[in-house]
C-alpha cells in the first residue's frame, strides 16, 4: 500500500463546526478513494503516543488536550501519490498562509485548530493507519 495511501484526522474544530460532509466531499471530489473511516475521540494517551514525535515542543501539550477534547473523524485515503497530493489538498497548517480552495484555508479556525491532519511520508501514512486501524478495517 506504500505511495497509494495516506492518512488523515479531521480534528475537533472541524467537526464541531458540522464540516464533516463538505470535507469528505472535498476528499473525494479530489479522487481520493476511502479505506477506511470512523468517528471517534481519542484520548489523552492515545494523543499522547500518536504525537509522541513532537513531545519536545512547546506546543504539545496543547496538541494533546485539543486532539483529544471532541470526536474526530479518521480516515485511510487511496491515491496515487496519496501523501503529496493530499498535503496540496489541504493547504499550509496555518490556514492564513493556506492556498485559496484548500480544505484549510476553507475550514480551520487558527494555526492550532486547523481543521485536518495529514500525514507527513508514506511511512507514517501506514504507522497512523495501523493505530487507528485493524488490518479487517481498511478495504
Not at 474526530?72 to 492556498?99: C, H, M
Amino acid at each position: 500500500m506504500s505511495g497509494k495511501i495516506t492518512f488523515t484526522m479531521i480534528k475537533p474544530d472541524a467537526v464541531a463546526d458540522g464540516h464533516i460532509g463538505a470535507i469528505l466531499g472535498k476528499i473525494a471530489e479530489a479522487g481520493f478513494k476511502i479505506k477506511a473511516l470512523k468517528l471517534t475521540q481519542l484520548t489523552v494517551a492515545d494523543a499522547q503516543k500518536f504525537y509522541e514525535v513532537h513531545a519536545g515542543r512547546p506546543f504539545y501539550g496543547e496538541l494533546v488536550d485539543f486532539m483529544s477534547s471532541g470526536p474526530i473523524v479518521a480516515a485511510v485515503l487511496e491515491n496515487e501519490n496519496a501523501v503529496e497530493s493530499f498535503r496540496t489538498l489541504i493547504g499550509a497548517t496555518n490556514p492564513a498562509d493556506a492556498a485559496e480552495g484548500t480544505i484549510r484555508k476553507m475550514f480551520a479556525r487558527s494555526i492550532g485548530e486547523n481543521a485536518v491532519h495529514g500525514s507527513d511520508s508514506d511511512e507514517n501514512a501506514l504507522i497512523e493507519a495501523q493505530f487507528h486501524f485493524s488490518g479487517r478495517e481498511i478495504f
